[in-house]
């Protein structure tokens, strides 16, 4: 009996151990500073950390069982379908940008890498994605991109944007044989304005007279001023 006693405080001891592990295995997947989910072979959602759904704003029970598609933009759900299939087929996909939409309309732009785990018979059981959120990364692209093409101190379109637009308006003007026209501003005695008043005054009468372009004229016309 004291054989058969000591056995089972070891077995219970062991049990403890295993759950404590597995406790911290669970914490470590539900707390990742990435987005964990698994998929079934239609594409519904089975598992799914903590922190995509915190990215969501959306309780385990308003997601498990639902497809995947619900919560990404129209976009992005095209892309979903035409690769899963191919995913299920394959069993890896890599760098794979979506568009979550969190609970009241906030996109979250993610890059997925997922790897399909599957059977002894080697049907597909469930997928396991990993996404990264790379809202970061999105707004610098978009900063550098602006920047590229944007004139510093006024916020207007720089030289290399012009000529990217007038070359597209005259191909648009020979295809179609509509009228094309440019308009050419000039700011009068403005070397007299920095010579007086200074350069930091001066890059203020050009702000201004951005801003004024851009109020008067209609907007996709602003836009390529």
């Known amino acids: 009996m004291r054989r058969t006693q000591k056995d089972f405080e070891s077995t219970r001891s062991d049990l403890h151990d295993v759950e404590v592990e597995r406790d911290k295995v669970q914490d470590l997947y539900d707390h990742a500073p990435c987005g964990y989910h698994s998929l079934d072979q239609t594409g519904h959602i089975i598992e799914i950390n903590q922190t995509e759904l915190d990215w969501l704003g959306r309780t385990r029970a308003e997601v498990i069982g639902h497809h995947f598609t619900e919560f990404v933009?129209?976009?992005?759900?095209e892309v979903f379908l035409s690769n899963f299939p191919k995913f299920v087929s394959q069993g890896s996909i890599q760098n794979i940008e979506f568009e979550?939409?969190?609970r009241r309309g906030r996109v979250i732009p993610v890059l997925i890498n997922a790897t399909a785990i599957r059977g002894a018979n080697g049907d597909y059981v469930m997928s396991r994605s990993t996404m990264f959120d790379i809202t970061e990364r999105k707004t610098m692209e978009r900063?550098?991109?602006l920047l590229a093409r944007t004139d510093v101190l006024t916020g207007m379109s720089n030289r290399r944007e012009f000529y990217d637009i007038a070359e597209k308006e005259i191909a648009r003007h020979r295809r179609f044989d509509t009228p094309l026209s440019v308009m050419l501003l000039d700011i009068d005695h403005f070397k007299a304005v920095n010579d007086q008043f200074g350069h930091a005054a001066g890059d203020e009468v050009l702000r201004q007279l951005g801003m004024i372009c851009k109020s008067v004229l209609r907007a996709h016309?602003?836009?390529r001023c």
């Open 100 to 102: 979550l939409i969190a």
């Open 221 to 223: 016309a602003a836009n």
């Open 143 to 145: 900063e550098l991109k």
């Open 73 to 77: 933009s129209n976009t992005s759900r």
